[in-house]
């Protein structure tokens, strides 16, 4: 009995991602009452690898067909270990020609070689999501990745910014020294590249701006140096507004890691220990210094 108890304890822990409550959850834009609950670590995870997806300008499809299969070979968690020399968030193996395990185990580079070899894959839209994650995976589970596809749908969805306002986090600080405005645009660079910021001449880790309106240059800090303003404009395949959502949720799944306190966008705000799924409506009060506006994604740090 010892033993099926520490069994069910591991099972747990492996399937939710760690200790504690899932922390995190995504809902459904259509009203079907669908939702996945998940761990900060394994937020942060999917953000990152949706980012680079989108980054390379692939479909919606491709980032589901990704999640699904990080969450199959790693419940979205960059694990160390794995069968034989299996590495990180897709389980790659250096010996197969992956990369070095310090190039597996980073999360935006083991991304890029997953979509790199889906990309290789002829007609991978069109296909079961089970058989194109196989052809990349060639798993001694070829199945194994169907079962995944609703939770990734749903994340694909918010994280890529076509489902508005459906994904919130409850934000509890991370004990990690990656906190400020500096390591939230350093992050937004390593997951969408520097091209998110560098077009507006900003630039990561430099000096703060001294104003945070809506003209400020992308990625800009406002006055207290604690405020990220990130200008949303249309980009090719995505519209403004999915482009923002995509900014805003991105956010919200990095609170805890990067010490997020607050994001707007678009007249709704989140705030970190918001735990009903919901981003409330910016009230007419606060909402020019929310930054409710529709042309700016604005990401409060704790300091």
Same mark, same amino acid.
């Given at each position: 009995?010892?033993?099926?108890? &520490? ?15 899932? $922390?995190?959850? &995504? ?25 680079? *997806? ?25 694990? =160390? +270990? ?33 979509? %790199? ?5 002829? $007609? +991978? ?19 194994? +990745? ?23 986090? %409850? ?31 900003? %630039? ?17 800090? *406002? ?11 249309? *980009?090719? *395949? ?26 707007? +966008?678009?007249?709704? %705000? ?22 409710? =506006? ?10």
């Amino acid at each position: 009995m010892v033993l099926l108890a &520490v069994a069910g304890y591991l099972v747990v822990q492996y399937v939710t991602g760690g200790r504690g409550g899932p $922390g995190c959850k &995504v809902v459904s834009a259509k009203g079907d009452g669908a939702t996945y609950e998940f761990t900060p670590e394994q937020a942060v995870n999917a953000a990152t690898i949706t980012a680079v *997806g989108t980054a390379r300008d692939l479909p919606e499809r491709a980032v589901t067909i990704a999640l699904a299969t990080a969450l199959q070979e790693s419940a979205l968690r960059n694990i =160390d +270990y794995g069968d034989r020399d299996s590495l990180g968030l897709f389980q790659q193996r250096p010996s197969q020609g992956w990369g070095t395990p310090k190039e597996i185990m980073d999360p935006a580079y083991a991304s890029e070689k997953f979509y %790199e070899h889906l990309e290789e894959v002829p $007609g +991978y839209t069109r296909l079961p999501l089970t058989v194109a994650a196989q052809k990349v995976q060639r798993s001694g589970f070829p199945q194994a +990745y169907a079962k995944h596809e609703p939770d990734a749908t749903l994340l694909a969805a918010a994280l890529t910014g076509r489902s508005a306002a459906t994904l919130t986090c %409850e934000g509890r600080p991370a004990a990690t020294r990656a906190a400020g405005a500096d390591a939230v645009r350093a992050a937004l660079v390593r997951d969408f590249g520097r091209d998110l910021l560098e077009p507006a001449g900003a %630039e990561v880790g430099g000096p703060e701006a001294s104003s945070p309106s809506a003209g400020a240059p992308a990625g800009s800090s *406002g006055s207290d140096g604690r405020t990220v303003t990130l200008p949303v404009a249309d *980009g090719e *395949g995505a519209d403004a507004g999915t482009r923002g959502w995509q900014l805003a949720h991105w956010a919200v799944a990095n609170a805890s890691e990067l010490h997020i306190r607050h994001v707007s +966008y678009a007249g709704r %705000e989140w705030t970190a220990g918001n735990t009903d799924s919901q981003w409330r409506p910016v009230d007419g009060k606060n909402a020019e210094d929310a930054g409710g =506006d529709a042309d700016a994604v604005r990401i409060t740090t704790a300091g």
